[in-house]
């Protein structure tokens, strides 16, 4: 693979490994964080993947850190892989409009954010490739999650609808969806919580990031030019649409 990727939330969990994967297939990747800087030059360091620091929740924030990123490698975006995102938990009956706004703008609107951004480029080249990583609790809700269960069934729909506009563009629009994978933040719940997680899971184990990353992997691919609109699910078997 050639060409510049972007992955926000690309230096921890997830991202990371997306952002791993993307440049071990040859591709400039550009991994995008928000506030955990020692952790960002921890994996640049590493890794040599170039780290930009922007909020994805911001729409004049991510003009500007496209066009930076552009710029310093030299390169129009041909991957964009939507990663980023926050949890703010609360059964809605005590959840504050600050916990749902927050989850809404940096886990959906961050979708039209980054995707408004790069597809005007994406469409005169006729060529891109948009995957954009949702949940399995966008698709099965989650008790406690209305915010967040929200946001990542909007970027199912969102993901289907720009799929349809970019088709005849060259343009694919894929979505993920996630199950409990293994990464800090599921690592941090209870254990008891966790072990209930796992019973609930028919292979008997967590995902890990690397599984995730092969998926999006193949999406970004140009093998993968007939598949768009599509949601690949990988949570073990918890959840059959």
């Not at 480029?121 to 999650?145: D, H, L, P, T």
Request: glycine share 12%; proline share 3%.
């Amino acid at each position: 693979m050639s060409g510049l990727a972007i992955v926000t939330g690309g230096t921890r969990g997830i991202g990371e490994a997306i952002s791993r994967r993307l440049a071990a297939d040859g591709l400039r990747v550009a991994a995008v964080y928000a506030g955990n800087t020692a952790a960002a030059e921890a994996f640049r360091e590493e890794t040599g993947i170039p780290v930009f620091r922007w909020d994805v929740a911001d729409h004049a924030a991510c003009e500007a850190g496209v066009r930076a990123v552009t710029e310093a490698l030299g390169a129009p975006v041909d991957v964009l892989v939507n990663n980023a995102g926050i949890t703010r938990d609360a059964m809605l009956h005590k959840m504050s409009p600050t916990q749902w706004h927050d989850v809404i703008a940096s886990d959906l609107t961050s979708c039209f954010n980054m995707c408004r951004a790069v597809i005007g480029a994406m469409r005169e080249r006729g060529y891109g490739r948009v995957v954009n990583i949702a949940s399995i609790n966008g698709q099965k809700g989650q008790f406690g999650q209305t915010n967040y269960a929200a946001a990542k069934a909007g970027m199912l729909g969102f993901t289907k609808a720009l799929a349809l506009e970019s088709a005849a563009r060259g343009i694919t629009v894929n979505a993920v969806a996630p199950g409990y994978i293994e990464t800090d933040m599921v690592a941090a719940m209870p254990a008891e919580v966790l072990e209930r997680i796992r019973g609930q899971i028919p292979v008997g184990r967590l995902g890990q990031p690397a599984e995730i990353a092969r998926i999006v992997s193949f999406l970004a691919g140009a093998d993968a030019g007939f598949i768009t609109g599509a949601t690949f699910a990988a949570n073990g078997g918890q959840y059959m649409a």
